[in-house]
Structures are given as structure tokens and as C-alpha cells.
């Protein structure tokens, strides 16, 4: 026996790859593995992103996932991975696998309902891999989102905060969360981020009779497609 210590082995990585294959096969009965990838592209043709990996007896694993620069905080990241979503229930998968280094973007798969399920220590730079997996349901229903800009009146703060918390406290009756909310330092405006699962949801939490709007809050309401990082 002979060992040969080298570099890159296309042909040795197919040789493996086709007798593992063989092997899980074999072990699992499922054999419909196949890859999966989306692929964006801008206006020009040139790539400003993209998502590999590969689907297998109902599991979908996330290999790689790239956004240029200039397209990052865009959105385009989570598009990507709802495409692949949406394209793995297809195949007929419920779950999904993805891992991330510490320093790339854990929290981005938290905010998209990934839980982390262990840590693999030693990555170069005092980092870790970060591993998650996701059930995959039925495509959500399209939620409508809002943003809420609240102007309070300088000689009655406290009453108008007053008056948001009893409003706010209401929005589980029909349906709705406060996702967000952000405050200004001098404590005069507010920005809220609501989410009910319909505009019908937030009709009936208007007309709610428990709710008096306070005049003195200036209030203007914005309906929103996505929310970035």
C-alpha cells in the first residue's frame, strides 16, 4: 500500500464522492440527492450574488452564501435564501442546515428563524462555526408590516407614552406585534415597527373600541415590504 500526501485530487474527490454516495444510499434509502443553487444577477449581467447547496431525502443544506459589497444590507441576502427556501419545499423538504463562522453572519440566520444547534471551536482568529437548522413549514403567509412615526407633544410626554402602551397592549388581540421600537434621545418621537398577518387585522385593531386615538400624537403611518439589518 502506497500513501500519496497532496494538494487539490479532482479525480480522488469524485472517486470519494461517488462511493459515499453509494454508502449513504445504501444506509438511509434515500437517493434523490441533488444540488441546488440561485444565482443573481444585476442589471449589467454581472454577479452580485449567489447560494449553493444541495438537497437530500427531505433535507436542504445551505453550502455557501455570497453578496457583493455594494448589495449587502439590501435585502438581497434573505431573498436569496427564501428562493432556496421556496425551492427545497418544492422538492419536498422540511428542514433546513446551514453553518456560519462566527465573524460572517450568524445573526443574519437567527433573524430568519435559524436556531443554533452546536459550535465547532478552533477556526482560525479565536472564531468558531456556528451551526443552525431551520423546520421548514408552509410558505408564510404575507404579513403586513408597518412602520409607525409618532411625534409627541413636548408638554405631555409621559401621558402620550402612557397612551402607546395602552394602544400597544392591544395588538395581541388582533393578531398584531411590535417588532420594533426606537426612540429618540429627547424622548419627543417614536418609531414603531408592527406586524399584523393581514390589513384586515390591522382594519379591525383601528376600530377596536377600546381604542381612543389622543389627538395630540402626531401619527403617520408607512406600509413596508421588508426591514434590513
Same mark, same amino acid.
Given at each position: ?17 461517488? *462511493? ?21 444577477? %444585476? ?5 452580485? %450574488?449567489?447560494?449553493? %447547496? ?6 436542504? %443544506? ?22 432556496? #427556501?421556496? #425551492? ?17 453572519a450568524p445573526s443574519f440566520y437567527r433573524r430568519l428563524g435559524y436556531v *443554533?444547534?452546536g459550535r465547532s471551536e478552533g477556526i482560525p482568529g479565536g472564531h468558531v462555526?456556528? !451551526?443552525? !437548522? ?10 403586513f408590516l408597518l412602520a409607525v412615526l409618532l411625534d409627541h407633544p413636548a ?9 402607546? #402602551? ?7 388581540? !388582533? ?14 418621537? #417614536?418609531? !414603531? ?5 393581514? *390589513? ?30
Amino acid at each position: 500500500m502506497t500513501l500519496t500526501v497532496g494538494g487539490e485530487d479532482k479525480e480522488l474527490s469524485a472517486r470519494l464522492d461517488k *462511493e459515499l454516495t453509494a454508502f449513504n444510499r445504501a444506509a438511509t434509502g434515500a437517493s434523490d440527492e441533488a444540488g441546488l443553487s440561485v444565482r443573481a444577477t %444585476g442589471d449589467d449581467g454581472e454577479l452580485t %450574488g449567489g447560494l449553493t %447547496g444541495w438537497t437530500w431525502g427531505g433535507l436542504c %443544506g445551505v453550502g455557501m452564501l455570497w453578496v457583493r459589497d455594494d448589495r449587502r444590507g439590501t435585502g438581497l441576502g434573505t431573498e436569496l435564501m427564501r428562493a432556496a #427556501e421556496d #425551492e427545497a419545499r418544492r422538492r419536498g423538504c422540511d428542514r433546513v442546515i446551514v453553518s456560519s463562522f462566527s465573524f460572517q453572519a450568524p445573526s443574519f440566520y437567527r433573524r430568519l428563524g435559524y436556531v *443554533e444547534t452546536g459550535r465547532s471551536e478552533g477556526i482560525p482568529g479565536g472564531h468558531v462555526d456556528v !451551526h443552525f !437548522h431551520k423546520a421548514l413549514g408552509p410558505p408564510a403567509a404575507p404579513a403586513f408590516l408597518l412602520a409607525v412615526l409618532l411625534d409627541h407633544p413636548a408638554d405631555a410626554v409621559e401621558d402620550a407614552l402612557a397612551y402607546e #402602551e395602552e394602544a400597544l397592549a392591544l395588538l395581541p388581540r !388582533h393578531g398584531g406585534r411590535l417588532e420594533r421600537r426606537l426612540r429618540t434621545a429627547d424622548g419627543l418621537s #417614536e418609531v !414603531h415597527l408592527v406586524r399584523f398577518p393581514s *390589513e384586515e387585522a390591522y382594519r379591525a385593531y383601528l376600530a377596536d373600541p377600546d381604542r381612543t386615538p389622543d389627538g395630540r400624537i402626531t401619527a403617520r403611518v408607512l406600509e413596508v415590504t421588508e426591514v434590513y439589518a
